[in-house]
């Protein structure tokens, strides 16, 4: 059962933030942010293991809340570069190591 | 450091015929995953490999599907007997254990006509 993203789609300026969730409705193990741009190979982010930790890189930078079940994905005066399909991969509690993918979250980042 | 090898980058294949996409992961990488992925939509996990095992295959449909991974050589996706259904984008990914980022190759695009 692959996790919930939402939103699907968000526009922004650049400059501005924004945020990106991901929820299970199984018990995670962990969580693994990744980004694709159109045509190429996803690209790691940050992996948060479950303990309520939060990551950083450069200004994106993500919770999880082992309780709710959620990740979030905070990007903070994005940039140009931003833009992409950002998925969630989800490792459950008590199954084998695989990555279940969330469907994307498209991120236009406009001048 | 090279990244994980996927070829080929594109493959075309007449119905009935078959696909066999190879990828190597990155060195000192003993964990191999293989996904698919359609047009604007996510990644679909097929399975899981370690040198000579198959962990989880879950992810892969019963009949023409098989994967390994030897232990010399590249991870190999077979598709056999192919159908249009199977066009899609295949992304292998490559860890050194568990609990560590997946490293994604630039993925091989199957077109079957």
């Known amino acids: 059962q692959q996790p919930v993203q939402s939103p699907q789609a968000v526009i922004l300026r650049e400059g501005e933030d924004a945020v990106i969730n991901c929820s299970s409705s199984k018990a995670l193990y962990s969580v693994h942010w990744y980004r694709q741009k159109h045509g190429e190979a996803p690209v790691f982010l940050m992996i948060l293991l479950k303990g309520g930790e939060q990551k950083g890189h450069e200004k994106i930078s993500a919770s999880f809340n082992e309780k709710k079940q959620q990740s979030s994905l905070y990007l903070t005066a994005s940039q140009l570069s931003y833009s992409g399909t950002y998925f969630c991969?989800?490792?459950?509690?008590?199954?084998?190591?695989?990555?279940?993918f969330g469907s994307g979250t498209q991120l236009t980042v406009l001048p | 450091n090279a990244g994980v090898m996927q070829n080929p980058r594109h493959l075309v294949r007449r119905r009935g015929q078959e696909a066999r996409l190879r990828c190597s992961p990155m060195?000192?990488?003993?964990?191999v995953y293989w996904y698919r992925q359609l047009p604007e939509e996510g990644l679909k996990f097929m399975v899981y490999l370690q040198k000579e095992n198959i962990i989880d295959e879950s992810g892969m449909p019963k009949e023409r599907f098989s994967a390994e991974f030897p232990k010399e050589g590249p991870s190999i996706l077979r598709i056999q007997q192919v159908v249009r259904g199977d066009s899609a984008a295949y992304f292998c990914a490559s860890s050194p254990r568990d609990n560590s980022p997946l490293h994604f190759g630039n993925g091989t695009r199957l077109t079957v006509t």
């Open positions: 060195k000192g990488h003993s964990h």
């Open positions: 991969g989800t490792e459950y509690v008590g199954s084998a190591r695989q990555l279940t």
